[in-house]
């Protein structure tokens, strides 16, 4: 993670038609997996993201990689039908203010969903994850990922986001 570079005077691009309207993970995937399966979920995730191309934004060293995949943990526990332990430790998610010392754009985020994805396929089997509800958790996290997205880059252009966001829709 290089906060050193971060530029307060840049241009924040915020996606078109603000932040997403999806449907919650249904709270069966936490029934299912539980606090202790979602944590390694996501520390698994972590690690994938810690050897892609985005892992510039992320912690150096395992320590501190799997300190901010256990903040996430905490959130992700929340988001899939648990309790609240984000708030409680950390406050309000405020997850796009908290990004935007990050230089995020399209094509870094789907970079993050692809190691989410590849996490994502090994749930079931290896982190309990009801098989019949991993499309639902995909979804809502690529959904909610775009909203992430802080600059245009050279690809994103609003165009692009807005014909994903349409097609997904249609």
């Not at 709270?27 to 972590?46: D, H, L, Q």
């Not at 050897?51 to 992700?76: I, Q, W, Y």
């Not at 994850?129 to 994103?156: C, I, L, Q, R």
Request: charged share 30%; aromatic share 10%.
């Amino acid at each position: 993670m290089d906060l050193m570079n971060y530029n307060p005077d840049r241009e924040i691009w915020t996606p078109p038609g603000g932040p997403p309207q999806t449907d919650r993970i249904p709270a069966a995937v936490y029934e299912a997996m539980g606090e202790e399966n979602i944590f390694a979920f996501t520390r698994a995730f972590y690690l994938r993201l810690a050897a892609s191309s985005v892992a510039h934004l992320f912690p150096r060293g395992e320590r501190n990689l799997m300190a901010a995949a256990d903040k996430s943990a905490a959130l992700n526990v929340f988001l899939m039908g648990g309790p609240h332990l984000y708030q409680q430790r950390h406050g309000p998610p405020r997850l796009r203010m908290r990004h935007i010392p990050f230089v995020i754009d399209e094509a870094g985020r789907r970079e993050w969903m692809r190691c989410f994805r590849e996490t994502l396929a090994e749930a079931p089997e290896q982190y309990g994850m009801p098989a019949e509800h991993v499309a639902a958790v995909e979804k809502f996290y690529d959904d909610f990922s775009g909203w992430m997205v802080n600059s245009k880059g050279e690809e994103t252009g609003g165009e692009e986001t807005e014909r994903r966001r349409d097609a997904e829709t249609e």
